[in-house]
């Protein structure tokens, strides 16, 4: 059975926590979304956040207040929070993105209320449906199924949350903009200079560099089409 907690010393390294004396265990998140990628909606409020001090606030807060992830509401404080997901706190001027720094840490940025329904997903798989319906399958561990198969593996989608709206596609290929989760450059933005199989060629200023094509998630094509950095 799973544990509800998690030790500090085994936590994911894009988890921005230090040795805190006197605290051993942190809270777990919910299974549902890439482990390495994701956090508790307790731990964002108190230690990214800083709106609350304590477990017990937070729950507080989710009981008396509307807390929402991507446009639904969040009652369990160990709700999994992940790459890109949108955070909107009662009437708090401003919207939260969660995104990875240059460390390769999970961090918040501040956005527009105006993208707080908006989220990027990057298909990693497709599963073939009766009556020739397609379910994309995505890295933050949700899907959605849909009649006509225009997309492809490594494609990201704009979606609009919560009802997953596909609002258009941004194609990983020569010339997109990418947003690095992985490797030296991590959380770093670059232009695609070659693709070939799982290694991906890429430019940042006047220098090239290669990485793995699993660590590219494409934003654009000229820039990027949400904030993703302050």
Known sequence: MVKNHLKRLAIPKT???????????ITRPNPG??????????????GLLGLVRTTKETKYLLRNSVVLVNGKK???????????DVILIGELENAYRLVLNTKGKLTTIVIDKNEALVKLVKITGKTLLKKGKVQLNFNDG??????????????????????????????????????????????????????????????????KFKTLKDYAFAVGKDKQVIKLND
């Open 15 to 25: 988890w921005a926590i230090g040795r805190k004396k006197g605290v051993k265990f």
């Open 33 to 46: 979304k890439q482990f390495l990628y994701s956090m508790s909606i307790n731990f964002v409020l108190k």
């Open 74 to 84: 969040v009652r369990n404080h160990r709700f999994p929070v992940g790459l890109f």
């Open 142 to 207: 949700s899907n959605i199924i849909v009649d006509k198969d225009d997309y492809s593996v490594n494609d990201v989608l704009v979606l609009k949350r919560p009802k997953n709206e596909i609002q258009h596609k941004i194609k990983l290929e020569n010339g997109a903009m990418i947003y690095l989760i992985g490797g030296k450059h991590i959380g770093q933005f670059a232009t695609v200079e070659d693709i070939k199989k799982d290694e991906l060629f890429f430019k940042m200023g006047d220098n």
